[in-house]
């Protein structure tokens, strides 16, 4: 095992470390406050786009800790914007999915292993629903106490989806039969079922990243979302913004998605001078793509 050698910083050496490495300081002692709360280690994460080239922990001429902090505290506005605006889109697919699967199929129907595509796939699905059964117990859900109690955990397909998560919706969706896929998407944002099944992998991974507080800006997401053909030359898919697009379409309450896009502007133009819109992969027509 190797041996980690590093000393224990207080908070205004953290800060001093970074101006002997060439970052530049309004205030050191509120940039030593900030650390405080937020972390050296967690910060840093912002560092790398600011680095001479060729030269780790060397900063670039010019570089301000007040900039970083503010493509910081933008980061952390949009995660939660994000957040929002999945939990929305969240709520409408399992509402959807739910409805359409018991007026097809009958309110258990998807307790039978061979109505899904994959019987292995529906056994990790299952076994994950088990787990969800039993975390409601524990966390007192009172409509979980209410089936497993009076019905013996016998849950109807909008009970049973109520209490799963993104992960689990996304997993249960992609693991149906074409047809009814296919009439969900339809009943939903109207895209080919294959580019659903995607879009609502996407979504749960991303929302994972907002739940945790993850770093969204500079990232590159792990799972690459499917665009349409037209639109491929103008959006990176393995950044933010595509996530964004997607939940244009996919969002199905429109005066949510206004609200969504007008916080957005707003932080936008709140941090304008010192965030790099590139780096989040927005295209020079952003805004015209989510309002149309």
């Known amino acids: 095992m190797g041996s980690y050698t590093k000393p224990v910083l207080t908070y ?53 800790f007040e900039r970083i902090k503010n493509i910081y505290l933008f980061d952390e506005e949009l995660r939660i914007l994000i957040f929002a605006l999945l939990e929305n889109i969240e709520v409408t697919y399992r509402a959807r999915i739910s409805h359409i699967h018991a007026s097809k199929c009958g309110p258990l129907a998807y307790l039978r292993r061979e109505n899904f595509e994959d019987g292995m796939k529906y056994d990790k699905w299952f076994s994950n629903f088990q787990k969800l059964i039993e975390r409601g117990l524990r966390n007192k859900e009172g409509y979980v106490a209410h089936f497993v109690r009076k019905y013996d955990s016998v849950f109807p397909i909008w009970a049973a989806l109520e209490m799963s998560d993104f992960t689990c919706l996304s997993m249960f969706y992609a693991n ?37 507080n ?79």
């Open 12 to 64: 205004h050496d953290q800060a001093k470390l970074l101006e002997e490495r060439g970052m530049l300081f309004e205030n050191i002692e509120e940039a030593a406050s900030f650390l405080k709360n937020v972390s050296y280690y967690r910060f840093s994460g912002y560092f790398f786009n600011f680095y001479e080239k060729g030269k780790i922990d060397v900063f670039s001429k010019g570089v301000s």
């Open 176 to 212: 149906l039969t074409g047809d009814l896929q296919t009439k969900i998407s339809n009943n939903t944002c109207g895209v080919s079922r294959k580019y659903l099944k995607n879009w609502l992998l996407v979504c749960s991974v991303t929302r994972n990243c907002c739940a945790h």
């Open 214 to 292: 993850a770093r969204l800006y500079g990232r590159t997401l792990s799972t690459n979302t499917l665009i349409e053909n037209s639109k491929k030359q103008i959006i990176n898919n393995y950044m933010i913004f595509s996530v964004i697009y997607i939940c244009r379409k996919m969002c199905l309450d429109k005066p949510f998605w206004n609200r969504f896009l007008n916080g957005l502007v707003e932080i936008i133009d709140k941090y304008e001078s010192d965030i790099d819109l590139y780096r989040l992969g927005f295209p020079d027509d952003w805004r015209e793509l989510l309002e149309s």
